[in-house]
């Protein structure tokens, strides 16, 4: 017979110990004495929406002992019935990973250092950069002299999530400082 | 009755969906990865990955065309792994009757390296990994914790495109023959994969060499496995059924 060793071993079964109990017809024990009982089972079951784009998948997470056990679609909610994708899928890990960020982090110009702040800090922080750079960059009037009040050099984008309403109050505020240049993040 | 999954692979996108899940549900560690000039990652199944999507690219009258595969263990009807290790240490590598599942356990870290060798060669699909550091040999579990309490394996319930389906083996053949059908009037090609010896059926838009080596059973020696053991084993499996007590 002309067959090499992996072709060999899996026509016969006979690598390790010859026969074994299955080739013999002796039934298997169940296997449920081997594995754990369900993870999820009795876990507090609380709905999120995954945050990452636009389709806002309803994800179900298992919550036990006020910790995170598990996560997985949820099949109720009529747009993903149950379907994540790779990054909707990996919402427990993203939660649990130790490089999750939970609180501002701040690299001064020329600074090779992240440090962490407040957000009292932060917030007071866009406010005063915000104001500093439409007071010195906005354009009253273009070439023509015509009045255009535009903020070139500020970008404004948007998370994924806002829906219509928030968009449109997203949309007067950008537009009350002139800026231009707005995108959202409705793509990933 | 065994249950099984039937992967249409004319669906998969490739998002990964069911490699996530399944790394997810099994709290599986990351892998260090590197740009290796492929969106596939990581490079093979391991420890750490039960389940791998691979891409796989080739020229077709000039035209690049995509190949997506998401490789796991078939969970055989008549499982080669079982047969070569299956005694080796008790509870360690287990064939559900029930379900089909083949299912490996914390025990197999008590196999030694030169055993899980035989293991790994005597699987046609190239599946099972063994950890180097803790010895646990592991693969796709048919999410057996899951099934057994009714629920979808997490690669099935997380897939959006309707490419990963479980269900009773019948129903499977069935929903992958009525799939070929319609494949097969835009994609001549068209096959299933080992569909009668498997609980893990695929249906293929083209030659599974394309794919991936190990997409079918590698085993060309032309003599079916099942007809060898048969003829081998008949008089000492009849004995043993007239003694078995159930």
């Keep these: ?188 | 009755m065994p249950k099984a999954f039937f992967i249409d692979t004319s669906r998969c996108t490739a998002c990964r969906g069911c490699q996530i899940a399944c790394k997810e549900w099994n709290e599986l560690p990351p892998n260090q990865t590197r740009q290796r000039g492929s969106h596939q990652n990581p490079p093979d199944l391991n420890p750490n990955n039960y389940k791998v999507v691979r891409f796989s690219e080739h020229l077709d009258a000039g035209t690049v065309k995509w190949l997506f595969f998401p490789d796991q263990c078939r969970h055989c009807q008549d499982p080669p792994c079982i047969s070569v290790g299956g005694s080796l240490v008790d509870g360690a590598m287990i064939h559900d009757a029930q379900t089909g599942a083949v299912v490996y356990t914390d025990k197999t870290s008590q196999i030694s390296e030169k055993d899980f060798e035989e293991i790994r060669e005597s699987c046609p699909y190239n599946i099972p990994r063994r950890n180097p550091k803790t010895g646990v040999i592991s693969k796709c579990t048919m999410c057996f914790d899951r099934i057994s309490h009714g629920l979808l394996p997490a690669c099935v319930k997380a897939c959006p495109t309707g490419a990963m389906n479980f269900g009773e083996y019948p129903d499977m053949l069935a929903l992958a023959n009525s799939r070929l059908a319609d494949v097969k009037k835009t994609c001549p090609k068209a096959n299933l994969a080992d569909a009668d010896t498997v609980n893990v059926i695929y249906l293929l838009i083209d030659e599974p060499k394309k794919y991936h080596d190990f997409a079918v059973a590698q085993n060309d020696t032309g003599i079916d496995r099942k007809t060898f053991l048969a003829h081998l084993f008949a008089p000492v499996r009849r004995s043993a059924e007239s003694l078995s007590l159930d």
């Design chain 1, 1 to 188: 017979m002309d067959c090499n060793r992996r072709e060999f071993l899996q026509v016969t079964g006979t690598g390790v110990l010859g026969l074994s109990l299955l080739q013999l017809g002796v039934d298997v024990k169940p296997v449920q004495a081997y594995t754990a009982t369900l993870k999820i089972e009795g876990a507090k079951e609380v709905v999120t929406v995954c945050p990452f784009c636009s389709v806002s998948c309803h994800i179900i997470a298992h919550v036990r002992d006020g910790k995170l056990v598990s996560t997985e679609g949820d099949p109720e909610y009529p747009i993903n019935e149950g379907a994540l994708c790779a990054k909707g899928a990996s919402m427990l890990t993203m939660t649990s990973n130790k490089h999750r960020l939970k609180k501002p982090m701040y690299r001064a110009p020329g600074s090779t250092k992240w440090e962490e702040k407040t957000w009292e800090w932060t917030f007071e922080q866009i406010a005063t950069r915000v104001k500093k750079v439409r007071d010195t960059d906005l354009i009253l009037q273009d070439d023509k002299g015509q009045t255009v009040n535009r903020l070139d050099s500020m970008f404004f984008i948007g998370t994924s999530h806002a829906d219509n309403e928030e968009c449109a109050a997203a949309h007067q505020m950008v537009r009350g400082l002139g800026i231009v240049h707005v995108d959202h993040q409705a793509r990933t």
